[in-house]
């Protein structure tokens, strides 16, 4: 599980067997929710995530998704 950044207790990630289109997962402490990155940023889908905590991973996701996508394009090559 290739981790790209971890920051405020969020950590974003890409499993090893990935798919198009691009996109990144996150957890923070029991939630998971995973955005799509190719064209801007978009909430795909969560699981007990509260919405402050979605508002911050959509917040952190947005400010990272050059490295995000370098780092997807370095994974998936």
Avoid: C
């Avoid at 971890?6 to 996150?26: I, L």
């Amino acid at each position: 599980m290739p981790v790209v950044f971890e920051k405020d207790g969020y950590k974003f990630f890409f499993y090893s067997n990935e798919h198009e289109p691009a996109h990144v997962h996150v957890r923070h402490g029991e939630g998971e929710a995973v955005f799509e990155v190719e064209v801007g940023i978009e909430l795909r889908e969560s699981q007990k995530m509260k919405m402050s905590e979605l508002r911050k991973a959509l917040k952190l996701a947005r400010e990272n998704r050059d490295l995000i996508l370098e780092k997807w394009h370095e994974h998936l090559g």
